[in-house]
C-alpha cells in the first residue's frame, strides 16, 4: 500500500512538472509572437524596430524590407506622417530617404548621385512652390519639407556624416542647371492620386 501511494505522490510531481514545462513553453511562443507582432500605421507597414547598435555599427544599417530606406529612418517618418493628409509628404520623404542611402553608400560618385537626389529635391520643391501656384490640393508648405528632419536622421553617425560631407565635397566647384519649367513634378517616383486614394487599414 505504501509503494502504491510512492507511486501515486511520484506520478502527481511528474505531471506537476510537465504541466509546468508546457505553460513555460506556451509562455515563451506568446512573448515571442508579441515580439514580431506586425505595427501598421495609416495602412503602412512599420519594418521591425533594429536594434540601434547593430543598426549604427555600418555604413547602411538595417534595410530588412528592402525597399532602400534605413529601418530606423523609415519608422520615423511613419510615426511623423502618420495621417492621410500627410501621406504626401510620407512619399516626399521616403524618396529623400532613398537618395541619401545612396549618398551614404556610394558619396564619391558625385555626379551620379547628385541626379538621384536632385529628383527627390525637385519633387519636394514642387509641392512646396510650384503646386501652391498651380493649385494642386497636395501643395505643402516650405516648413513642413521633410528634408531637414531627415539629414538629421539619416546622418546619424560620424561615419555617415563623414560620407554626406565627401558627397558634397566631390560636387564643389561645379556649375549645375535647374530643370525647365513645369517639369518639377515629373521627378516624383509616386503618383499623389494614387497614394491619396489607397484605404488605411
Not at 502527481?12 to 506586425?38: M, W
Not at 528634408?147 to 561615419?159: A, G, P, R, V, Y
Not at 560620407?163 to 565635397?169: C, D, G, L, S
Amino acid at each position: 500500500m505504501k509503494v502504491l501511494i510512492k507511486l501515486a505522490l511520484m506520478l502527481s510531481v511528474v505531471l506537476f512538472l510537465i504541466s509546468c514545462e508546457d505553460k513555460n513553453i506556451s509562455s515563451n511562443k506568446i512573448v515571442k509572437k508579441q515580439a514580431y507582432k506586425e505595427e501598421i500605421i495609416n495602412g503602412y507597414k512599420l519594418p521591425p524596430q533594429p536594434d540601434p547598435v547593430i543598426n549604427n555599427s555600418t555604413l547602411l544599417g538595417i534595410d530588412s524590407n528592402n525597399n532602400g530606406v534605413r529601418d530606423d529612418v523609415e519608422r520615423a517618418l511613419l510615426f511623423k506622417y502618420n495621417t492621410k493628409k500627410d501621406r504626401i509628404k510620407l512619399a516626399v520623404a521616403m524618396q529623400t530617404a532613398k537618395a541619401y542611402q545612396v549618398v551614404i553608400k556610394n558619396p564619391s560618385n558625385g555626379l551620379n548621385t547628385k541626379h538621384i537626389l536632385n529628383a527627390a529635391t525637385y519633387c519636394d520643391i514642387y509641392y512646396i512652390y510650384v503646386a501652391k501656384d498651380i493649385g494642386d490640393p497636395y501643395a505643402y508648405l516650405e516648413s513642413e519639407s521633410p528634408d531637414k528632419f531627415l539629414e538629421s536622421i539619416q546622418f546619424n553617425t560620424e561615419e555617415r556624416i563623414r560620407a554626406n560631407f565627401h558627397y558634397n565635397e566631390s560636387l564643389s566647384g561645379k556649375v549645375y542647371s535647374l530643370p525647365e519649367d513645369g517639369t518639377y513634378k515629373s521627378y516624383c517616383d509616386f503618383n499623389a492620386s494614387e497614394i491619396m486614394e489607397e484605404k488605411s487599414e
